[in-house]
Nanobody
Framework: QVRLVESGGGLVQAGESLRLSCVVS????????VGWFRRAPGKERGFVAA????????SYSDSVKERFTISRDNAENTVYLQMNSLKPEDTAVYYC???????????????WGQGTQVIVSS
């Protein structure tokens, strides 16, 4: 079983930055991809970004491309999401998740963290 714990959320003003962290533990050998997803109030959970542990393949949703950067530290089993130029519409609960394959679709992610809240005020 893979366990994931997110941190780094908070309240910021539009234009500011935040860095989210996702620490992965347990059967990390079964984790090929870690993804970030978010659920905004009244909306369905959506894909944000993903990265593989081995070759650093990445993928981003169009809404965050050029503003967000996903990265990983294999030694620390941690995946980061650097979020710059935040907008009010980025307000959501952000979740990290692990998949045994390369994917950007939530159905392929079997292990999920509890989420961290990000609020961007205008």
């Amino acid at each position: 079983q893979v366990r994931l714990v997110e941190s780094g959320g908070g309240l910021v003003q539009a234009g500011e930055s935040l860095r989210l962290s996702c620490v992965v533990s347990g059967r990390t050998g079964s984790s090929k991809t870690v993804g970030w997803f978010r659920r905004a109030p009244g909306k369905e959970r959506g894909f944000v970004a993903a990265i593989t542990w081995t070759d650093s393949r990445t993928s981003y949703s169009d809404s965050v491309k050029e503003r967000f950067t996903i990265s990983r530290d294999n030694a620390e089993n941690t995946v980061y999401l650097q979020m710059n130029s935040l907008k009010p519409e980025d307000t959501a609960v952000y979740y990290c998740a692990s998949s045994t394959i390369w994917s950007a679709h939530s159905v392929h992610f079997g292990s999920w963290g509890q989420g961290t809240q990000v609020i961007v005020s205008s």
